[in-house]
């Protein structure tokens, strides 16, 4: 029960409504995604539909945590939520809607417009439980909060590819509008418009233009060095332009009147430290979840709905961990020993992933499952209850956008740098077995292990004739193997990680959580 308004408690539901489908979004598309393609007829842009959408809602949360803060949550709340919901319909539409764009053009600008409002969702949610709870009260609900963020991206590749087989790939999109509008009602009639604090109200503009012009880049060369590799010339610009924009970037916000990210606020040494743990796990954790169902696929061959199933003792996992996670910081009031324990049980479950082969045990895979879901679970509340411990009232939103900002870094850098990992390592096994006498242009076909099913028509005509046919059932017994050397690596790197995160744990002071909050008083009463 909330210590000031159960108007405000009422408006929960529509609170993790939002969380549940910003959250699903993440990874919802991934396995749609080969059918999307055959859909939209574009393979040559495919990347780009969840890098626009990470690239997207990545920059808007700090923009909306911001402008909360100068102006209040509940506006910017319902803009950011509303933006979500229209251009999941738009997604859906891609490819009817008329513009003077092919579907796969359409698809992209509007994942670009519903990452802006995921943004804004993410960012917002968790800041608007800060304002309604006190520091020991948060744990409790940041705990339901964060359990509703993980299990809804692991779910996601569970429902994408449930949606696709079963619907279509539009509905991947058009689930979002039912539970949104419900969201939004639920938002409008019985969340108050909370005041925002008194001062200047000057918008940080060079600051967001120098945020973009850092962010954009580093995200478009860690997704363009998956396909092109590190060595590229046209990845090493972009991270020098990237670099650049940082310098400029933390110039500007030294000297702004009111910072979009106030970096004042890094001083504080919980602040600074979670902010670094939260970047290395958002690493690890999409590490897991975005490959551990790629290796379920392409190695142990199970089908795209059989593999979200499978992710089932994670999310159940994930969830019993931050509903364990949030009521001992509750009743604690502490949160460091969480955190140590969330970190060593996500680093004993990647390493039982790196010793994983086509032969493993189910059983010994999903003990892993369970034991990184638990600890998954176990560390998402702690490092926004540990933040909103210490931040200002009036940095409150920009302090905790913070973590969801790193978080969504770390994310992005995950899946660029174990995609290369993953891919170069698979290239380089696929090409040893290669027979002499196969064309460049039927190898080519290989590119990408999860659209061989797609691909089958034109596998088929590269390889006519008996021969060709032999070849080629040959080349496919070689894919999972390739497939799992690559996806080796892959979870080894990131049990390496997860073990220095450890260390960084380590580091998190252990300060008190204060007992009592002071919230703004309501411009209007809550219906």
Known sequence: QCDWSSDVCSSDLGLMLAMLLAALDQTIVGTAEPRIIASLAGFDRYPWVATVYLLASTLTVPIFARLSDMYGRKPFFMLAATLFVGASALCGAAGDVPLPLDGMNQLILFRGLQGIGAGGVMGLIFTIVGDIFSPQ??????????????????????????????????????????????????????????????????????GIATLVGCISPLLVSLTLATSLGWGSPRVHALLALSAVMLLAFLWVECRAVEPLIPLSMFAHPVI????????????GMFGVIIYLPLFMQGVLGVSATSSG????????????????????????????????????????????????????????????????????????????????????????????????????????????????????????????????????????????????????????????????????????GRVPQALSHGLHLVFRAAAVLMVLSVFLHLAIKNLPLRGHAHPPEPEMPAH
Request: hydrophobic share 50%; proline share 5%; with cysteine.
């Open 309 to 476: 199933g499978l992710m089932m003792p994670m999310m159940m996992g994930t969830v019993f961990g931050t509903a364990l996670s949030g009521q001992l910081m509750s009743r604690l009031g502490r949160y460091k020993r969480m955190a140590l324990v969330g970190s060593v049980m996500m680093a004993t479950g990647m390493v039982l992933f790196a010793n994983m082969t086509a032969t493993t045990p189910r059983a010994v895979i999903v003990a892993g499952m369970i034991v990184c879901g638990l600890g998954m679970g176990l560390l998402l509340p702690v490092y926004t209850v540990a933040v909103q411990n210490v931040a200002p009232r009036s940095q409150m939103g920009a302090a905790t956008a913070s973590t969801v900002f790193f978080r969504s870094i770390g994310s992005t850098v995950g899946v660029a740098m174990f995609g290369t990992v993953m891919l170069m390592n698979y290239h380089q096994d696929f090409a040893r077995a290669l027979p002499a006498g196969v064309s460049p242009q039927a190898a080519a076909l290989f590119s990408n292990p999860l659209m061989l099913q797609q691909m089958r028509p034109q596998l088929d005509a590269a390889f006519a004739g008996a021969s060709g046919q032999a070849t080629l059932a040959l080349l496919l």
């Open 137 to 206: 009260e948060r744990g409790r609900y940041q705990g339901l909060f964060s359990a509703v963020w993980g299990v809804s991206s692991v779910l996601g590749p569970t429902l994408g590819g449930w949606l696709t087989d079963h619907v279509s790939w539009r509905a991947c999109f058009y689930v979002n509008l039912p539970v949104g509008l419900i969201a939004l009602t639920a938002m409008h009639f019985e969340f108050p418009n909370l005041k925002p604090r008194a001062g200047n109200r000057q918008l940080d503009w060079l």
């Open 272 to 283: 600074a430290v979670c902010s670094i743990c939260v970047f290395v796990i958002g690493i």
